[in-house]
């Protein structure tokens, strides 16, 4: 399969994290037998520089035609007192807006060799923690009217039907490549907006028979996540709540520096990225973590170009390395004896190493 993939490597630690992904996404084109084409694409504050903004036409232009977007992270000191609408962070919201990705999807994960990261209680987390968080982007209260009027303010939150039918299937289709189980998350005891929700997810899952749907609201959901993680396979729920329950989600797993995410709209053409940003505290040290951002690519395979394969074997292939030790700075643990520290290329060329395949 032929693939063309918009590259933005961004600013800080993007550059050296994007690289060490490009470098496992040709390997695994070459063992399956695939070509990946990449069109670099500046965005961010390397844009700023070059152009005065964050993303020029042109540039979006790149990413609207290609099969789809990985992202390292944007923004640092530098750009701090760039106007507003000249930020590099605005780069990113017009990109997201441009290719009308409309569901964000972010894994907590939790990685056997990382255990000890995590702030739960081992015998919590010892039951495993390997969840999606399929959550709406672009709608909801953070998109309704917002007035304040003398001492009262108010935020409106609105979903229409087709809004929640399209991330509904975002959670179905996700769930169908996992386990087949999804979790509805609203608050349906009070807000109409979600009783809508629960009734479209009902229907939905009549075009699903073989994924099994449950419904839970959202204030026992953000207890559950942190009591028994381990219940949950996709767990799909609007806007503001998943913006809660995700970084709720991504504290549990222990390391910012591992978790990959996606978005995605209506067709496949996704943006993949780490959660992290750009990191400028460390840029250019070689010691950033590039697990979060392979991830990401090894995403990519998997639900926009349908390389379910290629993907688990990345995957794979980080589980095999941490299993032998090898750790970056940030998931160092303090009690080291048994592990042994490499820095971001050499991480990449080990989790390369072990990348196995069919090879054609
Ligand atoms: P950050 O995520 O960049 O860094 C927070 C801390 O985590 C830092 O100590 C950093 O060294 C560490 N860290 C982050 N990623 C790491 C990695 N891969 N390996 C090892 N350590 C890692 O958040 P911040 O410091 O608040 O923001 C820095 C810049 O990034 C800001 O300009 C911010 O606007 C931008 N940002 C961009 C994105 C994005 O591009 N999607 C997201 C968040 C923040």
Known sequence: ????????????????????????????????GHTFTYTDVDMGGCAIDKYGDPLPESE??????????????????????????????????????????????????????????????????????????????????????????????????????????????IGFETARKRNKRLCSVEKSNVLDTSRLWKKVMIRLSEQYPDVELSHMLVDNCAMQIVKNPAQFDVIVTENM??????????????????????????????????????????AGLNIANPIGTILSAAMMLKYSFDMSDESDAIEKAVYDVLEEGYRCADIMPSDADTCT????????????????????
């Open 1 to 32: 399969m032929n693939k063309n993939i918009a590259v933005i490597r961004g600013d800080g630690i993007g550059p050296e994290i994007v690289n060490e992904a490009l470098k496992v996404l040709d390997k695994a084109a070459r063992l399956y």
């Open 60 to 169: 979006l232009k790149k990413c609207l035609e290609s099969d789809s977007v990985l992202l390292g992270a944007v923004g640092g000191d530098k750009w701090n007192n760039v106007p507003g609408d000249k930020r590099p962070e605005k780069g990113l919201l017009r990109l997201r807006a441009g290719m009308g990705v409309y569901s964000n999807n972010r894994p907590a994960k939790i990685w056997r060799q990382l255990a000890s990261a995590s702030p739960l209680k081992p015998s919590i987390v010892e039951k495993g923690i390997d969840f999606i968080i399929v959550r709406e982007l672009i709608g909801g209260i953070y998109f309704g009217e917002h007035k304040t009027s003398g001492d009262t303010a108010t935020d409106v939150m609105a979903y229409s039907e087709s809004e929640i039918e399209r991330i509904g299937r």
């Open 241 to 282: 709540f998943g913006d809660i329950l995700s970084d709720e989600a991504s504290m549990i797993t222990g390391s910012i520096g591992m978790i990959p995410s996606s978005s995605l709209g209506d067709t496949t053409v996704g943006l993949y990225e780490p959660i992290h940003g750009s990191a400028p505290d460390i």
């Open 341 to 360: 520290m490499v820095g971001c290329s050499e991480m990449g060329q080990l989790i390369l190493d072990k990348l196995g395949g069919p090879s054609i």
